[in-house]
């Protein structure tokens, strides 16, 4: 009765698909593939005004002159480009 006694069978009953080494390397690719597609994009804002205040200052001149600005809204929008209107806090 001592065949009571022995354990099971813990090998598995299937050969590995690769040998060790390719295995390893395999799972590395895999790795640095799935690495690469994880970086994020550096950030680029779609609809950014232009850095430059002159050009900033042009574009607001000309919605002016086209009648999109009022006077008052052409003085603020100057005003907070330049820097001159405090955000009130």
Same mark, same amino acid.
């Given at each position: 009765?001592l065949f009571?006694?022995?354990p099971?069978q813990?090998?598995? *009953?299937?050969r590995? =698909?690769?040998?060790?080494?390719?295995? &390893?390397r395999?799972?590395?690719e895999?790795?640095? #593939?799935?690495s690469?597609?994880?970086?994020? *994009?550096q950030?680029? =804002?779609?609809?950014?005004p232009?850095? &430059?205040p002159?050009?900033?200052?042009?574009?607001l #001149?000309?919605?002016?002159?086209s009648?999109?600005?009022?006077?008052?809204?052409?003085?603020?929008?100057?005003?907070r480009?330049?820097?001159?209107d405090?955000?009130a806090?």
């Amino acid at each position: 009765m001592l065949f009571l006694y022995r354990p099971r069978q813990t090998y598995m *009953p299937f050969r590995r =698909p690769r040998q060790r080494m390719d295995q &390893d390397r395999y799972n590395m690719e895999l790795q640095q #593939a799935f690495s690469a597609t994880q970086q994020v *994009p550096q950030y680029a =804002p779609v609809d950014a005004p232009p850095a &430059d205040p002159i050009a900033r200052l042009k574009d607001l #001149a000309a919605l002016h002159e086209s009648g999109a600005l009022s006077d008052e809204e052409f003085a603020a929008a100057k005003s907070r480009l330049l820097g001159l209107d405090e955000p009130a806090t």
